[in-house]
Structure formats: C-alpha cells, structure tokens
C-alpha cells in the first residue's frame, strides 16, 4: 500500500518526540549518558502512549555508532537498519500470539550467542502479560542474569497480572494518559508538516475523545481528514468521534436549568435523530455538568475540562446554575447510565432522565420559598397542641414521668425493693380459690396485652407468677430483679394489668410485684409468725405447708433443700 497511516509515518524516533511522558525519557537519556543503562527495564501505562516507541528508540541509543548519546543520531548504519527492521539483533516479540513454553525457551537458547551487527542484543516483549506462567517461569532465571551483550525491555497495559519476580528483576516506568494539550500540540505539528487544512477545535474534539492515548488521537484525526472536504471542521470531528455539538449542549443545558421541557426534549429528539447513541449522549452530559462544576469552583484548572470547551454560552451557564443542581442533574444522569447496561430501550432512558432534570428543578425553586413558612407553621401548632395538653392536666404526668427515670435510676443502684408489708397483708387474706381464678386466667390477659401493641411490656410477664391473692390483690413473682422494677415502677402498665385482670375476672385487682429472691425470704417470715401467733388462722392455713415439703425434709434435712414455687 502506498498510503500509510499518520501513526506509522509519524511514530516517534527520538526520546523528543514522545509527547507527555517527560518523566521516562528524561530518566533514560541519563542512563544512556551515563551508561548505566540496566539489563531489564519494563514499560507499563494505557494504550498508545509510547511503549514500544520508546523500546526502539531506547534500541537505537544503545546501539548508535556515536554512542553513548542521549538521542540515536537516526543517520548511522545502526539506527537507520533498526528503524528499518533489517537488523536481526533486534528482536520485537508479540507475547499475545507467542505466549507458549516453546518460545521462551528459544529465546533463553538464543540470548547465550553474541550479537551479529550491533554491540547489544535486544528482546522487546510487547503485551507481556499475555505469557502463561509456564512461560514466565522459562523467563524467570534468563531475565535476571542475561549475558552483557543483551537487553529485555517488556512492555503491559496490565502490570497487575505480571508476577512480582518479573517485575522485581525490571527497572520500572509507569507511562501516563498524555493530557490533551499534549495532544493537540502534536497533531497540530503533524498536520502542519502534512499540509493538513484544520479548525483548531476540531483538533480539540479529536483529542478529548482520544482519552489520552496519542494513536488513538492520530486514528481519529485520519478518519477526520478522509471524511472531511479539503478542511477538517468541528462537525467533521464530531461526526467521526460520535461526540455531541457544545452548541447543543448548551442548548439542552439551559433548557434543562429553564424548566422547558418541550426544548429540551425537542433538542434530544434532532440530536437521537442524528444518530447519536444514547448512551454516549448520557455520558456527554456528564461531563459536561462535570466541567460545569469543575469551572466553578477551580476555574484555573482548564486543563482539567474533559469534555467542554469554554466559549461564552457554557460560561453565562455556569454562573447561573448552582452545585446543589449540579449534583443533582449528574446523579439521575449516572443513575440512567447504570440502567441503560441492561435494556434495549436506552433512548427511553435518557428521555425519561431529560424530563426529570426539569422537573426536580421545577419542584426545587417552587418549594424553596415556602419551605422556612412551613417549618414555622408546624413549629407554631406544635406549640398549641402543648397549651391544651398543659390545660387537661398533662405537665403532673409529665412531672411524674420526669420523677419515675430518677426513681428508677436511685433504685436500680441499690436493687428493687418489694413493698415486703403489702405483701404480708395480701398474705393474710389470700385464698386458693382466687389465686386458682387469676391463673385460669393468666393466658388471655397476655393475649389482650399482646393485642393492644404492649408486647414489651407482656415481655416483661413471661417469667412471671402470681403466687397469692386475695379479693382486691395480688403477688406477682418475678424470676428477675430488673424485670420486676421495669413493670412496676411503668404505672401505666400496671393499670393495664390491673384494669384487664377486673374485665376477665369480674374484679379489679391491684398487682404487686415481687421478685423470686425476696418472695422466699417474705413467705417464710410469714408462715413462721403466723403459727407463732396464731397457729388456728385461716391465713396460716392457706400458707401451711406442703405434706410432700414436710416429709422431704424428715428425710434429708431441711438444710438440704430448696424450695421453689
């Protein structure tokens, strides 16, 4: 073919024609000075940033006949049969379809024998991580300890999946994106050289599409200048790239901020209509919003514009649309994106976001204004809604409920104390029969409970008994101290308790609670007192001892047992 591609005609052929990667040349070219070039090196970074050129040409210096140089001179026999391919001592390898056992150890083979035309021997691996670990390991003993007459220099797009030895026996350079100013100036020398008729803006379109590779942006800049009529032009560019006009950004930005739907989706039905994916067209306004709030808040950092140029519309537009739109626009927008991944109807999508993004914006500016109003109105029922609570009587309770939480506080420092007197009078008067009535009963009053959405406080019962009553009381045992201060000192529950117990039993019982360890201690004292004073009482009766209890302790002791209920 006659006609070769601006990449190839214009591949750099001095450490001066790598664009953006200062840091890596500049290192080299010391080395070369100083010869103390190494015997591995790895090139690593994105696509069409220089790697391999910067192989050849770091080929070429070491190998020039007025070495040691810091640029191959591109005139002797040596640079010009490298730059050519007809010097075999110069060995470019494409691991992705050479990435076998077998061919490593050629290599390994090979390296041992001297170089047939120039003084060094050099092996350029691209794409390295293709190698399988088979290959790698052929690789391993070879790459540290070559001959001196050889050079390995590997070169990735993913060092990750290289193996630390490798990389441990490599002088790395880490190639960066090249920033698109970088770009466009080399473009800009290129099209000059070539004779190219151009828009300066297109060059800017071309490269902010390339995404910081050079090849990339070289491609897209050939395609520009067979597509274009004698003169590439922004539409040229853009139709290549399949990026949107900034003009209809623009446009569709200010309809979005305006609250005109109809614009705005008018704008997106002529720009869909130009066959623009809908997804890219997604993420162009992204980035535009992004660059939007990028210029406001570090208007110094142009370079740092990923998608917009800034002319005088995008600027009138930045000073009126705050952040918080901002955000707010770029999160529906992301979120469109992430669904557009699985559907076939993306263009439904984007519509749908379009109409958001003016709607949110509409809902923002007409709720804004009211909304102190509002806050100030409930704050202001609120306040009335105390005064007649304050009026029926509500503030003792509240002193009240104030009062409990110390209560509750002091008492649970010390234990939970059981009110030991109300108890013994319960005592006194209790009977079977009512005691025997509270039970019968005990399940429903917790299904009440549980119905009536108490079920924290029907918690509180589940290891509660009563063990006594009488026809106005009841004991209540608790197996837990702190259970059984909960459900006392709550005087709401208790009246719940007390209230349902009458409805099921057709008598309005007062509960009080006890716990387990204090009830033996009361129940005893009482039994012992009542047959002291009056052995023939009803009471003594109704506590009297168990016969099974009486004659277990004749046969083991009474120190031996422990009575629980």
Not at 357 to 370: F, H, R, Y
Not at 408 to 423: D, L, W
Not at 534 to 559: F, H
Request: charged share 25%; net charge negative.
């Amino acid at each position: 073919m006659s006609y070769q591609a601006l990449y190839r005609v214009w591949r750099p052929q001095q450490f001066i024609d790598v664009v953006g990667q200062q840091h890596v040349t500049k290192t080299l070219q010391n080395a070369l000075l100083q010869q103390k070039t190494s015997h591995a090196y790895l090139f690593s970074g994105p696509r069409g940033t220089g790697k391999t050129s910067a192989a050849k040409i770091l080929a070429k210096a070491v190998n020039c006949e007025k070495a040691p140089v810091a640029e191959p001179c591109n005139e002797c026999n040596s640079c010009l049969g490298i730059t050519d391919g007809s010097i075999p001592d110069v060995i470019e390898i494409d691991a992705a379809s050479n990435n076998g056992v077998e061919e490593i150890r050629d290599i390994r083979d090979k390296v041992k024998y001297a170089p047939n035309v120039v003084s060094y021997k050099v092996y350029i691996i691209d794409e390295v991580h293709m190698l399988s670990i088979g290959a790698f390991n052929a690789l391993l003993k070879t790459l540290e300890e070559p001959p001196k007459h050889v050079i390995f220099i590997l070169a990735t797009t993913e060092p990750h999946k290289i193996p630390l030895t490798i990389i441990s026996r490599c002088q790395r350079f880490d190639f960066k994106r090249i920033t698109a100013r970088d770009i466009v100036g080399r473009m800009t020398h290129i099209a000059d050289e070539s004779g190219v008729q151009y828009e300066e803006k297109a060059l800017h379109v071309v490269a902010r599409a390339a995404e910081g590779g050079m090849r990339d942006a070289l491609s897209l800049l050939d395609q520009a200048i067979s597509f274009s009529q004698g003169k590439v032009t922004v539409d040229d560019a853009l139709t290549v790239t399949g990026a949107v006009s900034q003009v209809y950004l623009n446009r569709l930005a200010k309809a979005i901020f305006e609250n005109q739907v109809a614009d705005a989706l008018q704008a997106l039905e002529e720009l869909l209509f130009q066959g623009k994916d809908p997804a890219r067209l997604t993420e162009d306004l992204v980035l535009y919003f992004r660059d939007m709030l990028l210029h406001q808040t570090a208007p110094n950092l142009e370079e740092s514009l990923e998608r917009v140029m800034l002319d005088e519309d995008f600027k009138e537009l930045a000073e009126r649309v705050s952040p918080q739109h901002i955000y707010k626009f770029i999160d529906i927008l992301n979120e469109a994106q992430q669904e557009m991944k699985f559907t076939n109807h993306a263009r439904i999508y984007i519509e749908v976001s379009i109409v958001k993004l003016c709607q949110i914006e509409v809902e923002s500016s007409a709720s804004s204004a009211p909304e102190i109003g509002q806050l100030l109105q409930k704050v202001q029922n609120l306040e009335n809604e105390l005064k007649q609570l304050k009026a029926t009587g509500v503030p003792v309770q509240q002193e009240s409920a104030q009062a409990a939480p110390k209560k509750r506080a002091s008492s649970s420092r010390k234990g939970f104390k059981a009110p030991t007197g109300m108890v013994q009078e319960v005592l006194k008067t209790a009977t079977k029969e009512d005691l025997n009535l509270l039970k019968s009963r005990w399940g429903e009053m917790l299904e009440i409970l549980n119905q009536r959405q108490m079920r924290s406080q029907a918690a509180l019962l589940n290891d509660a008994e009563p063990v006594a009553a009488n026809s106005k009381s009841f004991v209540l045992k608790f197996k837990y101290d702190i259970h059984c201060q909960m459900a006392m000192e709550n005087a709401g529950f208790t009246e719940a308790l007390g209230s349902i117990m009458g409805q099921l039993t057709g008598t309005d019982y007062q509960p009080i609670g006890i716990p387990e360890n204090q009830w033996q201690s009361v129940r005893e004292e009482f039994i012992k007192h009542q047959r002291t004073d009056d052995p023939d009482s009803a009471a003594s009766e109704e506590v009297e001892e168990d016969p099974l209890i009486a004659e277990a302790k004749k046969l083991v002791g009474e120190d031996l047992i422990e009575i629980k209920d």
